[in-house]
Every structure is written in C-alpha cells, then in structure tokens.
C-alpha cells in the first residue's frame, strides 16, 4: 500500500529567467514501512526532495499525495498539525532548542502532543537510554559535541513514534559505533512499529542496511533498486 506519493514534484529556481531545476518531475512511491536511501551527489535534489515530502518546501509543480491527501494544498495551520503528528524530521543542522535541556528537546513534540506527563518522561528517559545519554539529559546543546547533538535530534524524531521520519544524513556527525546504534534503533522501530524511514544520505552505513536505495542526479531520479542484504553488503 502507498502511503507517500510524489507526482511530477519539480522544484525550479529562477523559472523566469535561467531556470535552476532542483527537483524535475520526480515520481515515486513509498510504502507502509519501508527503510529507503536517497543517494546522489551534493546538489543532487536530495535535501530538497525530504523537505518537499514533508511540506517543509512547497514544489513549483506536482504533488505530494499522503494517504489520498496533497499535502502540498493544505492550509497553514493544517499542514503544522499534520507534520506534528506524523512525521518526525532529522536535521543535519540539528534544530534543537538552545534554551532547552536534551531532555526537554526530546520530549518536546511529545508536549505538543499532549500525552500524558508519565508516559512522556518514560519514554524521554528510554530514548536517553537508547541513544547514550542518560548521563547528558540535563545537559544544554551548547554543552555537548557534534555527535551528541546528532544524537538528541535523532531520539527526538523518534520519541513520539511517528508514521514517517524523513532523516537529513542523520550519521553525518557520528563515530562508528554511535551510527551502528543509532541505525540498529531505527530498523529496531522500524520492524516494530512499521515506521517508514527515508533517509537523504552519503553514508555507506546508512545505505548498507537500507532495503531500497534511490539515486538522484540533477534533480532526477536516475535509478531505484530494491536490495537485500547480501546485496548491500557486496556495495561496500
């Protein structure tokens, strides 16, 4: 079952004078639970292609059909609350609040949501655990390094349990060993919970495990492969 749709989605810069073509007419299909790697170069469209998914960007032309619905056409206000119940982002900029504790950036959306206060600080300090901080949980961003940060940002994409995360490199700045936890908590809630993940990414780790890889080039997609993991394994 598709639950994520993209038709003709273009994305163009200067469409009035010399045309910058970052997305041009993509189509594609993502399923319910799907573990997806968007590769291509730098300027490849591939930052641009989470941001339009998630209506973060809006396309020039085309459309993003989520569960029959255009998320590209909804209302202000419409498209917040369903970005803040459905999709959980991963910033390779990280986007965590400067004023707020790890802990206090984890359960953030969780907040937004209303659930109850136990169960909110429960699954916070499971998701501190997870990642490897439960010693860091009060700390600020400003007091942890590149990698620690990273590592907020992922447990705060996936403390509430979203349908979607759509993860912006979300190994970029981590060691070795923080990336293989970091992925082996996302296939973990993946196979789980059946959280579609799509992942923007240049990182062999990241493409190892993913179940599909999609290759952008200028916009385009230019090819799309289904693997498995001795497949995976024979690309490194």
Do not use: C
């Not at 109850?116 to 600080?121: D, G």
Request: no cysteine.
């Amino acid at each position: 079952m598709n639950v994520i749709e993209t038709k003709d989605v273009s994305k163009i810069y200067n469409p009035d004078t010399i045309p910058v073509y970052a997305l041009n007419k993509v189509n594609l299909n993502f399923e319910k639970g799907e573990f997806t790697a968007i590769v291509g170069p730098s300027g490849s469209g591939k930052t641009t292609l989470l941001n339009v998914i998630g209506g973060l960007d809006d396309a020039s032309n085309g459309s993003v059909m989520i569960d029959g619905s255009d998320i590209l056409k909804l209302s202000g206000g419409k498209l917040i609350d369903f970005r803040l119940r459905h999709i959980g982002f991963v910033f390779q900029a990280y986007n965590l609040i400067p004023v707020l504790s790890a802990k206090e950036n984890i359960e953030f959306i969780m907040l937004l949501q209303n659930w109850p206060t136990k169960k909110r600080e429960d699954r916070t300090k499971e998701m501190l655990e997870a990642v490897g901080l439960k010693d860091k949980s009060g700390s600020k961003p400003s007091q942890l390094s590149g990698g620690q940060q990273q590592r907020v940002a992922v447990a705060r994409a996936l403390a509430s349990k979203p349908r979607f995360v759509l993860a912006d490199e979300p190994t970029a700045n981590l060691d070795s060993k923080s990336a293989e936890n970091l992925l082996d908590i996302m296939l973990k809630l993946n196979k789980e919970e059946h959280i579609t993940f799509i992942f923007s990414t240049h990182d062999p780790r990241v493409i190892k495990r993913a179940r599909r890889v999609i290759t952008l080039e200028d916009g385009k997609v230019v090819s799309d492969i289904q693997q498995n993991t001795e497949q995976a394994l024979a690309r490194q």
